[in-house]
């Protein structure tokens, strides 16, 4: 059983970061596709700590999700949130 849990965790990291790359796609309202693309490189950090890969998933954590974030939603601001 614990053999297998791993697995499943692994699918289902996979299933939401697919969920997230389409919702980002969808969504029209620019503030929830950033947070909706944060979760994604969340999603994405985790996976990669599941691969054995620390350094790249701090740099993911770092990176891809904070200051990609703090960027877009500086843009945002200073345009309109709509598409």
Not at 16 to 39: E, H, P, W
Not at 71 to 81: D, E, F, G, Q
Request: charged letters at 10%.
């Amino acid at each position: 059983m614990t053999e297998i849990l791993p697995e499943i965790l692994n699918a289902l990291l996979l299933l939401f970061l697919v969920v997230c790359a389409i919702a980002v796609a969808q969504i029209r309202d620019m503030l929830s596709a950033v947070i909706v693309f944060a979760s994604f490189g969340l999603i994405m950090a985790v996976i990669w700590q599941q691969l054995s890969a620390p350094d790249v998933a701090m740099v993911e954590a770092a990176l891809g999700t904070g200051v990609t974030t703090l960027l877009l939603i500086a843009t945002i601001s200073k345009t309109k949130r709509t598409e």
